[in-house]
Nanobody
Framework: QVQLVDSGGGLVQAGDSLILSCAGS????????MCWFRQAPGKETEFVAA????????YYHDSVKGRFFVSRDNAKSAMYLHMISLKPEDTAVYYC??????????????????WGQGNHVTVSS
């Protein structure tokens, strides 16, 4: 059974920084493509950032490019999302997700088999 545990959310002010973490319970963490999604109140789940199995390739939603940075440490079975210059529109529940079937995951949430429990991030203006 694969488990992902999100942590690091909270209440911050616009312009602040925050780091989210995702810890995996699997020894084969390095074989999973990983991704961050978010869901704002009243809105659909939105792709945020993806990182390849080997941590070399990343890509982002246009709205977070240059402000959010995804990384992973396969030795620690962990993935991170470093967020800077946060905006009120970044307020959402953030989820990490894992896809065991590909090297670099897609933007489509339906492709991801395993999910963290979600982490609330609230950015006040």
């Amino acid at each position: 059974q694969v488990q992902l545990v999100d942590s690091g959310g909270g209440l911050v002010q616009a312009g602040d920084s925050l780091i989210l973490s995702c810890a995996g319970s699997l020894r084969t963490f390095s074989t999973f493509a990983m991704c961050w999604f978010r869901q704002a109140p009243g809105k659909e789940t939105e792709f945020v950032a993806a990182i390849s199995r080997d941590a070399i390739t990343t890509y982002y939603h246009d709205s977070v490019k240059g402000r959010f940075f995804v990384s992973r440490d396969n030795a620690k079975s962990a993935m991170y999302l470093h967020m800077i210059s946060l905006k009120p529109e970044d307020t959402a529940v953030y989820y990490c997700a894992a896809d065991p079937d590909t090297t670099l995951g897609s933007r489509n949430s339906y492709d991801y088999e395993y999910w963290g429990q979600g982490n609330h991030v609230t950015v006040s203006s």
